[in-house]
Nanobody, 124 residues
Framework: QVQLVESGGGSVQPGGSLRLSCAAS????????MGWFRQAPGQGREGVGF???????IYANSVKGRFTISQDNAKNTLYLQMNSLKPEDTAMYYC??????????????????WGQGTQVTVSS
């Protein structure tokens, strides 16, 4: 059974950092394509970033240069390092998995499996 469990969310002041983790079970992370998404209250789910099998990643313009995606296949865990956080980064953050390479990696409907989310709040 495929399962994704996010952790690492919390409250932080503007300019601070957080590292989110997404622990995968029921499948090998190296065999799936992984993405991070977020959803603020009253907003649609937004693609944050996507990592390819070779470790390269793409990011939404809103987080480029501040967020970094990585994965540890030995630990079967995906990460999202978030630096220079802003109040507008406040959202529930989700990891997602697809068995195929998404045509549009930052679109939520490209993914088959989702975690339950972890809340990130950026406020002074």
């Amino acid at each position: 059974q495929v399962q994704l469990v996010e952790s690492g969310g919390g409250s932080v002041q503007p300019g601070g950092s957080l590292r989110l983790s997404c622990a995968a079970s029921g499948f090998g992370l190296s065999r799936y394509r992984m993405g991070w998404f977020r959803q603020a209250p009253g907003q649609g789910r937004e693609g944050v970033g996507f990592i390819y099998g070779d470790g390269t990643a793409i990011y939404a313009n809103s987080v480029k240069g501040r967020f970094t995606i990585s994965q540890d296949n030995a630990k079967n865990t995906l990460y999202l390092q978030m630096n220079s956080l802003k109040p507008e980064d406040t959202a529930m953050y989700y990891c997602a998995a697809s068995p195929d390479i998404p045509t549009f990696p930052l679109r939520p409907n490209e993914y088959n499996y989702w975690g339950q989310g972890t809340q990130v709040t950026v406020s002074s």
